[in-house]
């Protein structure tokens, strides 16, 4: 079978692909027009405040997890990830605009979020604590159709394209119909500008702690669960909204070290080469799920407001306290 040749030009630029660093991470969310703080992990960084909602990670160059690593830790919230002190309030039905500090045009790929509850996890303060191991993952977002067409020639376009024509930044919806609680929400781009070569592709995995609150018209009954924390025991809704609540009981969802596979079609590939579609890495996205269409991702105007994050402290919520010095 003969393969198309590509231009030369294509192919200089591509020689280089290897030598060239993405460098990116959360640099912050907002929130119905508030301002969360993200986490730099850049060495030296003393801007990295207590009350940062995006989990720290020891990724220093702002780096990526490789497929030789999808079945280490690291795959879950990025390199040695902790969890965050504070999580970020948002209402069930609510849109969140992550952004990135940037993302090289070169590093096409997929855009995908999941959620991991930790309720029941053995843990008194949402997710604060919460053993990362013991996270298991729903798929809400995966930037489908993840590659949209190859206008301009190869390598064509692709979610990441967007992202960056929003300002480097992505809309994540949360469900209306989601569960009040804590949550953990990983979302991650995985490059695929060196996905042809063994061990190419490169995942860009970040991890944000979320208190879902039930939307107006909604009463959620809870019960302390012998310190393991709050459970769903009722759900009352509103006239206007429709289906019961979604809980997503422990255990529910995959371990992230089981999202992929480094033979995976959409993350072995070659996007230099004429495509006839893409096959997106990873589980399904969750039938309730209510993903902000690719096409729809769009530049949120930068808020006015610094907003106030939470802690969980058993089935309740106070203000994070308010720190002066810098982590």
Not at 140 to 155: A, K
């Amino acid at each position: 079978m003969h393969l198309p040749t590509l231009a030369p030009s294509l192919l200089f630029l591509h020689s280089l692909l290897p030598v060239i660093s993405a460098h990116s991470h959360i640099a912050y969310l907002i929130i119905n027009n508030i301002h969360y703080n993200g986490y730099d992990p850049s060495p030296g960084r003393t801007t990295n405040l207590p009350n940062a909602v995006v989990w720290p990670n020891t990724a220093q160059d702002d780096g990526f997890v490789p497929p030789s690593n999808y079945t280490h830790p690291d795959i879950i919230c990025h390199r040695d990830s902790t969890p965050a002190q504070a999580h970020a309030p948002v209402k069930a039905g609510d849109k969140i605009h992550i952004q990135w500090n940037g993302w090289p045009v070169s590093h096409r790929g997929p855009v995908m979020s999941y959620l991991a509850s930790c309720t029941g996890l053995n843990t008194t303060d949402g997710c604060a604590s919460v053993d990362k191991m013991a996270l298991t993952w729903t798929k809400i977002d995966n930037s489908s159709p993840g590659f949209l067409n190859e206008t301009g020639g190869v390598p064509g376009k692709w979610a990441s394209d967007h992202l960056i024509a929003s300002n480097n930044s992505w809309l994540v919806g949360i469900p209306h119909n989601l569960a009040p609680g804590p949550y953990v929400l990983r979302h991650e781009i995985i490059a695929l500008h060196y996905a042809n070569k063994k061990d190419g592709a490169q995942n860009y995995p970040n991890c944000v702690n979320l208190f879902v609150e039930a939307p107006a018209g909604r009463v959620v009954n809870v019960v302390a669960n012998g310190g393991r924390g709050p459970v769903l025991t009722t759900t009352t809704l509103a006239p206007s909204m429709t289906g019961p609540a979604v809980v997503l009981a422990p255990g529910e969802g995959v371990k992230a070290t089981k999202l992929y596979k480094s033979d995976d079609p959409g993350v072995s590939l070659d996007i230099y080469r004429t495509l006839t579609g893409y096959e997106i890495p990873g589980p399904t996205v969750a039938w309730w799920a209510e993903p902000v269409p690719v096409k729809s991702q769009k530049k949120v105007s930068e808020p006015l407001t610094t907003g106030t994050p939470v802690r969980v402290e058993g089935t309740r919520t106070v203000p994070f306290p308010v720190e002066k010095t810098a982590a």
